[in-house]
């Protein structure tokens, strides 16, 4: 499992990132291979690497609903799958106590 300073770290470089290249309004394929190469390298630097952000500057720079929309299904939903994964680690752990108990 994805860390989630890495995961919502990545996400939110690659909704930053992709959302300065919407404002430039620069050749569709330019602008996503420029975005996702400052994405990666801005992760990179920041140190939360997370490989699936790397479409996330395409989906936002493709998409036709204005940028706060974007953000916001963005966040929410990295918010639903940060607490998914919090509640699969809790139940993960609890699992392994009780067989080692056993």
């Not at 920041?46 to 989906?59: E, F, N, Q, R, V």
């Not at 940028?67 to 963005?74: D, R, S, W």
């Not at 998914?84 to 699992?95: A, E, N």
Request: a positive charge.
């Amino acid at each position: 499992m994805a860390k989630k300073k890495n995961m919502i770290g990545g996400h939110l470089c690659a909704f930053a990132v992709a959302a300065l290249m919407r404002s430039l309004m620069l050749d569709d394929g330019v602008a996503i291979v420029a975005a996702t190469y400052i994405t990666f390298w801005l992760m990179l630097t920041l140190d939360c690497l997370h490989s699936p952000a790397g479409a996330t500057p395409a989906c936002v720079y493709l998409s036709k609903a204005p940028l706060p929309e974007t953000a916001a299904v963005l966040c929410i939903g990295l918010g639903l799958t940060a607490l998914g994964q919090s509640l699969m680690k809790r139940l993960t752990k609890r699992r392994a106590q009780a067989m080692t108990r056993t």
